[in-house]
């Protein structure tokens, strides 16, 4: 089992930053990647950013520029840090890590709720 702890989420106005942070524990041999999801309300599950183990990123457009994603690997956690943060951002966020034992497996996280309003 692993066992995936979110921390970070909350309200900001715009223009502000957050930092969300996931710490994986548990049962892992390996892990392949490591990212972030978000969820608004009414749409798809959606990529915000991840980070393989090579150190190779991957960004929504939507956010590039304005989102960094970053883990520790002594740690087992990931951290994304989020500035210049919009109404647009506001969602459910989820962390994701992939994980290798005989095959790839993704584990999800209980999710964070980020919301961006004056």
Request: net charge positive; glycine share 14%; proline share 3%.
């Amino acid at each position: 089992q692993v066992q995936l702890v979110e921390s970070g989420g909350g309200l900001v106005q715009p223009g502000g930053s957050l930092r969300l942070s996931c710490a994986a524990s548990g049962s892992i041999f390996s892990i392949y990647a490591m990212g972030w999801y978000r969820q608004a309300p009414g749409k798809q599950r959606e990529l915000v950013a991840d980070i393989r183990s090579s150190g190779s990123t991957r960004y929504a457009d939507s956010v590039k520029g304005r989102f960094t994603i970053s883990r520790d690997n002594a740690k087992n956690t990931v951290y994304l840090q989020m500035n210049s943060l919009k109404p647009e951002d506001t969602a459910v966020y989820y962390c994701n890590v992939v994980t290798l034992g005989g095959g790839y497996y993704g584990h999800w996280g209980q999710g964070t709720q980020v919301t961006v309003s004056s």
